[in-house]
């Protein structure tokens, strides 16, 4: 049996709207305005918006980092 390179075991290859927000802990609108933006793509299947996994890491890795408490 083949193997799909690039793709762990159980992750999900891309996320609908709602499990980007859950997974992230953020809203429909921060996630509309951010890809407003362009610093979050989306893809299309049929009507469905889809965020591929690998956009997903790329988007959490730009966040800037915390200020100091």
Known sequence: MSEDVGMSVGRKAAYSVNEFCSMYSIGRTLFYDEVDAGRLRIKKAGTK?????????????????????
């Not at 997903?56 to 915390?66: E, F, I, R, V, Y």
């Open 49 to 69: 918006t889809l965020v591929l996994a690998s956009d997903a890491d790329k988007w959490a890795q730009s966040l800037p980092d915390g200020g100091a408490a």
